[in-house]
T-cell receptor
Framework: DAGVTQSPTHLIKTRGQQVTLRCSPKSGHDTVSWYQQALGQGPQFIFQYYEEEERQRGNFPDRFSGHQFPNYSSELNVNALLLGDSALYLC???????????FGAGSRLTVL | DQQVKQNSPSLSVQEGRISILNCDYTNSMFDYFLWYKKYPAEGPTFLISISSIKDKNEDGRFTVFLNKSAKHLSLHIVPSQPGDSAVYFCAATGSGGSNYKLTFGKGTLLTVNP
């Protein structure tokens, strides 16, 4: 049974570009959350999606947007990339209402 | 404003001894707490959790203690094994309402020496 899968695993972009990260949740899970983990920090909540709607959003600007598809997979989009967006982006899935999240291995984004 | 704090960036213990990782929180609305373990190049893996209605939860070698009055929790690993070497994150959430997020600490790097 595959867990949470994320793609790509690594990518390099330049300032001002746009990036799309993808996530497939663990089989049976219907809720997807995205977290940003900067170097030396803990994961920070970006937003959560359930039933293709954004349920809650963390303290991130509108440059960060997302989408959830009918098959529960999700995308994270970041526009107008800044150097400070360099981080590990973690996708996590769960059943709706569950506190325990299952995380993917992450997508490492480097902005030059 | 960091609502979950892990004040020890690193901890080193000998194999077979006890590892104690600490975590403090400031938000009184938190009522569910989790510990995650993270190896390099992998995502965080859930380890153990505790609800605020309990003060202790045990799972094999891992025990989490919660002191609500002090807003403090700790993770005990007994006995520690070299494979336990990883970064440990404390996380908290509040149930109900519209809060669906986990708030994480910065993590503690545990090294278990053979």
């Amino acid at each position: 049974d595959a867990g949470v899968t994320q793609s790509p695993t690594h990518l390099i972009k330049t300032r001002g570009q746009q990036v799309t990260l993808r996530c497939s949740p663990k089989s049976g899970h219907d809720t997807v959350s995205w977290y940003q983990q900067a170097l030396g920090q803990g994961p920070q909540f970006i937003f959560q999606y359930y039933e293709e709607e954004e349920r809650q959003r963390g303290n991130f600007p509108d440059r960060f947007s997302g989408h959830q598809f009918p098959n529960y997979s999700s995308e994270l989009n970041v526009n107008a990339l800044l150097l400070g967006d360099s981080a590990l982006y973690l996708c996590a899935s769960s059943l709706v209402g569950a506190n325990v999240l299952t995380f993917g291995a992450g997508s490492r984004l480097t902005v030059l | 404003d960091q609502q979950v704090k892990q004040n020890s960036p690193s901890l080193s213990v000998q194999e077979g001894r006890i590892s104690i990782l600490n975590c403090d929180y400031t938000n009184s609305m938190f009522d569910y707490f989790l510990w995650y373990k993270k190896y390099p190049a992998e995502g965080p893996t859930f380890l153990i959790s505790i609800s605020s209605i309990k003060d202790k939860n045990e799972d094999g070698r891992f025990t989490v203690f919660l002191n609500k009055s002090a807003k403090h929790l700790s993770l005990h690993i007994v006995p520690s094994q070299p494979g336990d070497s990883a970064v440990y994150f404390c996380a908290a959430t509040g149930s109900g309402g519209s809060n669906y997020k986990l708030t994480f600490g910065k993590g503690t790097l545990l090294t278990v020496n053979p």
